[in-house]
């Protein structure tokens, strides 16, 4: 009898540390910032608040940035992709060329709720003059 009685809190632990490990997984998700905003003298913005998936654990922002505006896109990306598109940062967002052209293209990845706020990114945005007297962060 006490074989049987082992057998299952065996069986019990093991089906509880099974559905912890999923408790813990589904926790590990992000909510990130999701949505797009322009700037091109005036300001636009549609960004929402994402629960994201398992498959898209990490938030991303994508950065393009010209002369005098930019554009800022924000979603739930797969680690792999968003690293993955990261790695072009020092060709098409830091190198000397993409300073020269006045274009860039920037990717920044992160984990945790809502850690692409625009803390992340670590690239100075172009300013209207609109805003200049105004008491705003060149950087997002």
Known sequence: MKV????????????????AEEVDEVQQTPRCNSGDTFFNG????????????????TCQTKLEVGPDSYRIYRQCQSAE????????????????EAEEKQEK???????????NDGSEIDVVL???????????????
Do not use: M
């Open 105 to 115: 293209v920037c990717h920044f990845c992160c984990r945790g709720d809502f850690c």
């Open 42 to 57: 005036t300001l636009t913005t549609n960004e929402k608040p994402t629960n994201c998936s398992a498959a898209h654990s």
């Open 126 to 140: 172009p300013v209207s003059d609109d805003f200049a007297d105004e008491d705003v962060d060149e950087e997002v």
């Open 4 to 19: 049987v009685i082992f057998f299952v809190a065996l069986f019990v632990f093991a089906y509880a540390q099974e559905d």
């Open 81 to 96: 992709a968003c690293e993955n598109n990261q790695k072009s940062n020092p060709q098409q967002c830091y190198s000397e």
